[in-house]
């Protein structure tokens, strides 16, 4: 026996941290998109109990499985068990470069285990553990809830889907063009003071100004501009935005990474080594065997 489930990517244009001393209250409130690369989580049993053996892209891989060996702690505080598992992802996207691989790989897992184990755990509450261990370790904190439903999603209030709120964007399904020039660690953002103060102070305001003008364009616009007045954007990764803005509906960087995103009607740009996508309106679900 053995299950897989696709978790989408979720790049973020414009947030702001909203702290709690519970974590799953913790979270932010911003845009972002769903698009259909993303992570696949293949389970199956192991027959040494107790083992959990995590492979990322088919190596072993200590320092991006922290993720993954976290979710699994939580669900085990809330449901001990003894039976061992390989745990493989397949990541079909940069990781730390603003695709919310983290929370893709946290929700695989709980998902996966979840229905391996048969534990009598709804939706919101598999997503949940899944929130908590990405708040915990600083890897991110809108990312998951935006994975869970899929397209251009307006996060309305912070934390996981038993608290969160959400809307969206009525859009049709465009292309998503991203090309990244490396890695941020996201906690060292989220969790700097300073940074915290800058991103909140660009951010304010703007959940207003989406919600008076919900459309993919607005989204874009406001994206750039939260970019560029956080100071977040280097200059290189500036250069490649500012060319997609010329060639599709708008352009910004994707939070947290080094990474240009657009949005277009077609798949073209003069860009090379691009990653090419679409928005993903399904989320997180199953794949058949």
Not at 18 to 27: E, I, Q, R, S, T
Not at 127 to 152: K, M, R
Not at 254 to 280: R, V
């Amino acid at each position: 026996m053995e299950c897989s489930i696709f978790t989408p990517s979720h790049i973020t244009g414009f947030f702001q941290i909203m702290d709690n001393p519970n974590p799953l209250k913790k979270g932010s409130r911003g845009v972002g998109v769903v698009i259909d690369k993303g992570v696949i989580t293949t389970i199956k049993p192991s027959k040494i109990d107790h083992k959990i053996d995590i492979k990322i892209n088919g190596q072993n891989d200590s320092f991006n499985d922290s993720i993954t060996r976290k979710t699994i702690e939580l669900l085990k505080n809330k449901f001990s068990f003894e039976e061992g598992f390989k745990i493989d992802h397949n990541i079909e996207v940069p990781i730390g470069c603003g695709f919310g691989t983290s929370a893709s790989c946290a929700m695989g897992t709980i998902m996966g285990l979840v229905h391996m184990l048969n534990i009598p755990f709804s939706y919101n509450q598999v997503a949940s553990v899944a929130h908590q261990a990405e708040v915990e370790l600083g890897t991110g904190l809108g990312d998951l809830i935006a994975e869970t439903t899929g397209g251009i999603v307006i996060r309305l209030k912070e934390g996981s889907p038993e608290y969160g709120k959400l809307d969206k964007i009525v859009s049709e399904p465009f292309y998503v063009i991203a090309k990244t020039l490396g890695d941020i660690d996201t906690s060292s953002i989220i969790q700097n003071p300073q940074h915290q103060q800058m991103i909140n102070k660009t951010g304010e305001g703007m959940l207003k100004q989406i919600l008076e003008e919900p459309t993919p364009q607005k989204f874009m616009k406001l994206s750039y501009k939260f970019a560029k007045n956080t100071s977040l954007m280097r200059a290189d990764v500036k250069e490649m935005v500012d060319i997609l803005n010329k060639e599709t509906l708008g352009a910004s960087m994707a939070m947290l990474g080094n990474t240009a995103f657009a949005l277009s009607k077609t798949p073209e740009t003069s860009l090379e080594d691009t990653i090419i996508s679409k928005i993903d309106f399904c989320g997180n679900r199953f794949l058949k065997k």
